[in-house]
């Protein structure tokens, strides 16, 4: 315990000493230092960069489509529009279910 206290005072002592540009500098290197393991630090580290690569990746234009692609968004429009002409014709029943 007595080492501890000493070490906190040292600390002290050396933190009151600080210009206030020092004190700055060690005030954001303590904001910026995360508590913990290596291997949890580390893996929070490799995490932010997924997301960040992740954010990039969202963030960036949609590329043309192939001719492929552009044939299968054509067929998906024209079933889509099918289905809402029947929807719409469900509406206006014939026969015995009017």
């Known amino acids: 315990m007595n080492d501890l206290q000493r070490a906190a005072a040292k600390r002290a002592k050396r933190v009151a000493a600080m ?13 910026a230092r995360k508590p913990g393991s290596a291997a949890a630090r580390e893996r929070d ?12 990746m969202m ?7 192939t001719g492929e692609a552009a044939a299968l968004e054509r067929q998906i429009a024209m079933l889509r529009a099918e289905l809402d002409e029947r929807r719409r014709d469900d509406q206006n029943p014939i026969g015995a279910f009017a």
């Open 19 to 31: 210009s206030p540009e020092e004190r700055e500098r060690h005030d954001a290197w303590h904001a």
């Open 59 to 65: 963030a960036a234009p949609r590329p043309a489509p």
């Open 45 to 56: 580290r490799a995490e932010r960069k997924q997301n960040a690569e992740a954010r990039e």
